[in-house]
């Protein structure tokens, strides 16, 4: 099965500066990869996807890249704001489940 | 916006008592799925239901373990005789199409188990 793996665990960024987490999968028929803010006792929230045909694609301060050849994808938050402060987690789906990275526990000092 | 919503909020059950999480999905969805996150730890898939029908599961899904979609709206699972590492977040989801379509998530029940 697929196998989804997240680094770094926990990441501290000064508020303004740009934040990078990055996984990497095992299964190369994945073909969607979401990306999940989740704050403290609350639901997983989409926060922007990426399908394998795309490379890259940007919402505003966030933007998620996909390398194919390589199996990884990385979400970036540029500009980064208190209210950012999450887990974040990373996912990748070839069929009906997704499976999560271990997710990044992101804090932003301001 | 529709939201996936489900009940209860909290469950505390003592080991060995049978559960039922309910959830509705959004209206139009097709494909509903149950998740766990045990605290502090990822998100791990359990089941995945379509068209009256368990599509996939998970090895955590055991015997324990049942979905049910008693009626046109809700999308319920039931634990049976459950023990102390069933203690989680259970979350129920739903995706309007399969695989790369975004999974809408509802607020989770916390299910402890003394």
């Known amino acids: 099965g697929e196998n989804v793996e997240q680094h770094p665990s926990t990441l501290s960024v000064q508020e303004g500066d740009s934040a990078v987490i990055k996984c990497t999968y095992s299964d190369s028929a994945s073909n969607y990869f979401p990306w999940y803010k989740q704050e403290l006792g609350k639901r997983p929230q989409l926060i922007i996807d990426?399908?394998?045909?795309?490379g890259e694609k940007k919402d505003q301060r966030i933007a998620v890249t996909l390398n194919k050849t390589a199996k990884h994808f990385s979400l970036h938050i540029t500009e980064t704001q208190p209210e950012d402060s999450a887990v974040y987690f990373c996912?990748?789906?070839?069929?009906?489940?997704?499976?999560f990275g271990k997710g990044t526990k992101l804090s932003v000092i301001p | 916006e529709p939201e996936v919503t489900q009940t209860p909020s909290h469950q505390v059950t003592q080991m060995g008592q049978e559960v039922i999480l309910r959830c509705v999905p959004i209206?139009?969805?097709?494909?509903f799925y149950w998740y766990r996150q045990i605290l502090g730890q990822k998100v791990e898939f359990l089941v995945s239901f379509y068209n009256n029908e368990i599509s996939e599961k998970s090895e955590i899904f055991d015997d324990q373990f049942s979905v049910e979609r008693p009626d046109g709206s809700n999308f319920t699972l039931k634990i049976r005789s459950t023990k102390l590492e069933d203690s989680a977040m259970y979350f129920c989801?739903?995706?309007?199409?399969?695989?790369?379509?975004?999974?809408?998530f509802g607020n989770g029940t916390r299910l402890t188990v003394t």
């Open positions: 209206s139009n969805h097709l494909y």
């Open positions: 996912a990748a789906s070839g069929s009906y489940q997704l499976t």
């Open positions: 989801a739903s995706s309007l199409l399969l695989s790369n379509s975004p999974l809408h």
């Open positions: 990426i399908r394998s045909n795309v």
